[in-house]
């Protein structure tokens, strides 16, 4: 009864999600930076114009007030952190993605991305109301520039989200595959923020217990889109309920962004275009199991109790189809995987030195009988004489039976 309530506990859990933990490991943001040159940037749309701002190693970065000096060959220092939203028009912008392909024109859609952010969401004045609507615009860059703004304001409403990863399957036990060679599992969705790729390690499970992606190929390496299966050869499953646990892991990146002040007041703050990220360990589990019918079948001497090798033993089921045959040794037999149903076990060729039993058992599996052991004994083979050498004795027997009769009748007459 318990091995049946277990198995409907299994049916009922449709679905099993499990959590993330989270270790962070922090990035040492760069405490200053050191400003090189400039060069001066075309006025693309409605005459505004403005140069670069860029490291003394060439990395580009981007003013926050267009009001004040550009910041140039000098050291800025870090005073904070910036929102979620000027991270996106970063990450988003010149040099990381390009609009049109013309160098120039992409930090001009970068720049003025920024302006005109920081005026809707901080109340600045960087960029004139000619420039936002009606203002010249011979190379049709305003387009690049308003969208990169409306997503930064999205990017703004969600603020910076901490990596987190977990799975989820629609039930944990897995089942056979059709050809008969291997336990699968259902797909096992993997959600994630922040990361590009996860691992899998199957910590505990039968040897040869793998991981597949949807071509059937073995792998411990995911994409974060991709689902994943884990399949067991059934050859490795000795046991009627069999534990796996799969650890999922990643590393997931935060990519924040900073604002440096230069050590003259007058110059203006910049952020810089390359950012690094903070780095997130975090990982995830899942649980799973495989619960099937465990046949264990036993040859013996019946005289010892010892185990017996050589014997062929067949395993059929009810229809009289073969379902396995195999030559015993001196361990157990063990057939997994079996289906509700009856069986029988017959010896087809005994061990050397044995008479074959010609017994046939019969068993039955279903949701009480899960486990069956089976015990096939054998009788060592009686030794007879060889027949010349049986009638050889025989007539030394009677022979000798006769003789003595004759010197009996010769002992009786002669006393007459």
Wanted: charged letters at 20%; hydrophobic letters at 35%; a negative charge.
């Amino acid at each position: 009864m318990k091995k049946k309530l277990k198995k409907i506990l299994v049916a009922f859990l449709v679905a099993i999600v499990s959590y993330c933990t989270l270790t962070t490991s922090v990035y040492a943001v760069p405490q200053s930076i050191e400003l090189g040159g400039t060069e001066q940037v075309p006025g693309y749309i409605a005459g505004t114009y403005f140069t670069t701002k860029t490291t003394i190693d060439g990395d580009l970065m981007y003013c926050l007030n267009i009001h004040k000096y550009t910041a140039q060959n000098t050291t800025a220092h870090l005073v904070g952190e910036l929102d979620a939203g000027v991270a996106y028009i970063m990450l988003n912008g010149y040099p990381n993605k390009t609009f049109t392909g013309e160098r120039l024109k992409d930090y001009y859609i970068t720049q003025t991305a920024l302006w005109w952010y920081l005026d809707d969401t901080t109340g600045s004045s960087n960029l004139s109301v000619s420039f936002k609507t009606d203002g010249s615009d011979q190379y049709n860059l305003r387009p690049y520039i308003q969208d990169l703004v409306a997503k930064a304001k999205v990017a703004k409403e969600q603020g910076y989200q901490s990596s987190s990863i977990s799975a989820t399957i629609s039930n944990n036990a897995l089942s056979m595959s059709s050809d008969g060679s291997y336990y699968v599992s259902d797909e096992i969705t993997v959600s994630s923020t922040n990361v590009d790729e996860y691992n899998v390690e199957i910590a505990e499970g039968p040897s040869n217990t793998v991981a597949i992606d949807s071509n059937g190929t073995a792998k411990t390496t995911f994409a974060a889109n991709e689902t994943f299966r884990v399949q067991v050869p059934v050859s490795d499953v000795d046991d009627s309920l069999v534990n796996i646990k799969v650890n999922i892991s990643a590393t997931g990146k935060v990519y924040k962004a900073y604002e440096y002040q230069p050590e003259n007041d007058n110059q203006q703050n910049v952020t810089p275009s390359v950012i690094s990220p903070v780095e997130e360990n975090v990982n995830t589990s899942i649980d799973l199991t495989i619960s099937t019918s465990k046949v264990t079948i036993v040859k013996i001497d019946q005289s010892t109790g010892q185990p017996l090798a050589g014997a062929v033993i067949v395993i059929k089921d009810a229809d009289g189809n073969e379902v396995a045959r195999f030559t015993s040794t001196t361990d157990p037999y063990v057939l997994t995987g079996l289906k509700d149903g009856t069986y029988t076990v017959e010896e087809v060729q005994a061990p050397e030195g044995y008479q074959k039993s010609n017994k046939v058992i019969s068993f039955t599996l279903d949701s009480e009988n899960v486990s069956q052991q089976i015990t096939i004994e054998n009788y060592p083979e009686i030794s007879v004489p060889n027949t010349n050498t049986a009638s050889s004795i025989l007539l030394v027997i009677l022979g000798l039976g006769i003789i003595g009769g004759g010197i009996k009748f010769v002992q009786k007459k002669s006393r007459i």
